[in-house]
């Protein structure tokens, strides 16, 4: 089983800064691609970030291009996501997402087999 956590999460003001993190452990794990997806209340779940694991290659949402950047360091089993210029359309609970197989379209959620609990992140106005 793999386990995914999530950290980083946290109250900010608009125009601040915060870097997520997500350690990937469990059994031997070989990653195709990590990413970050976001809930806000009333609202439905949505692709922030993603990247593949061997070449780097990186893929955003057009509301975050510019402000987010996704990273990952395959010696920790460790992805990032630095935020920032955040804004309270932000705020949301920010899953990491993990699949060990390649997939073709990873901005949707059904390519990532693993889930971390999420981390909330609060930006106010």
């Known amino acids: 089983q793999v386990q995914l956590v999530e950290s980083g999460g946290g109250l900010v003001q608009a125009g601040g800064s915060l870097r997520l993190s997500c350690a990937a452990s469990g059994r031997t794990f070989s990653s195709a691609a990590m990413g970050w997806f976001r809930q806000a209340p009333g609202k439905e779940r949505e692709f922030v970030a993603t990247?593949?694991?061997?070449?780097?290659?990186?893929t955003y949402t057009d509301s975050v291009k510019g402000r987010f950047t996704i990273s990952r360091d395959n010696a920790k089993n460790t992805l990032y996501l630095q935020m920032n210029n955040l804004k309270p359309d932000d705020t949301a609970v920010y899953y990491c997402?993990?699949?060990?197989?390649?997939?073709?379209?990873?901005?949707?959620?059904?390519?990532?087999?693993?889930w971390g609990q999420g981390t909330q992140v609060t930006v106010s106005s």
């Open positions: 990247i593949t694991w061997r070449t780097g290659r990186t």
């Open positions: 997402v993990a699949s060990g197989t390649w997939k073709t379209d990873w901005l949707t959620g059904r390519s990532y087999e693993y």
